[in-house]
């Protein structure tokens, strides 16, 4: 796809497609066990072209691999993280949010993981996502359950590793956060949202 001069042949989106899906499953299955494969390609360089893809199917699966990879070796996408960043927030404009509702879930997935990966490295791009998940929570009832569920969890892992950043403005999607959370089942993504819920509100008790 890089160059389809060099291959003779334009690649099927579909291929690509699974291509992803795969390597997302092996990564599942593999955990950190996949470093040592990934370190050895150009897959981060591949995937941040998937991930900007034109192709909707695309970048919804490349998203998926880059939030299952932020989760067992987010080291790997140190070289080119604010552009992975970059692109997944743009995933999260209210327009690409209408256009494609499944690539902005995974976008906003793959954030709320990287977010508790790199901490304080991910705040360049934290105000630009918090305004675009405060619409979707406080519109909840024309958007999909998993985006609103995901949109408040990322949210509360933004606000705990940057509390300074996102409380500021805290006043404008409090309640409707706090609805979102209380819908979610009780596991550790919720845990990570309560704890930056506590870390925002310990940050303007000492400010």
């Known amino acids: 796809q890089v160059d389809p001069a060099a291959a003779g042949a334009l690649y099927d989106k579909e291929f690509i497609v699974c291509a992803l899906d795969l390597l997302s499953g092996l990564t599942e299955g593999l955990g950190g066990g996949i470093e040592s ?4 390609s150009n897959l981060r360089d591949l995937l941040l072209q998937c991930c900007v893809d034109e192709a909707p199917d695309v970048r919804q699966s490349a998203l998926a691999l880059l939030g299952d990879i932020s ?3 987010p ?10 960043l970059t692109a997944a927030a743009k995933q999260l404009t209210p327009q690409s949010v209408k256009d494609a509702v499944s690539v902005a879930n995974n976008a906003c997935w793959a954030i709320g993981e990287l977010a508790i990966k790199i901490g304080k490295e991910i705040s360049p791009v934290v105000i630009s996502v918090v305004s675009c998940l405060v619409p979707i929570l406080t519109t909840p009832e ?12 990322t949210l509360g892992r933004l606000s705990w590793v940057c509390p300074d950043i ?21 596991d550790f ?9 506590c870390a925002m509100v310990n940050s303007q008790l000492f400010t």
Not at 75 to 81: A, E, G, K
Not at 142 to 153: C, G, V
């Open 166 to 186: 996102v409380a500021p403005h805290m006043e404008h999607f409090m309640q409707a956060w706090c609805n979102a959370l209380c819908m979610i089942r009780d």
């Open 142 to 153: 024309s958007l999909n359950k998993s985006l609103i569920e995901n949109s408040a969890i």
């Open 75 to 84: 080291i790997h996408l140190q070289p080119r993280l604010q552009e992975f």
């Open 189 to 197: 993504e919720k845990e990570d949202a309560f704890h930056g819920l």
């Open 71 to 73: 989760r067992v070796s």
């Open 37 to 40: 494969l990934v370190a050895q």
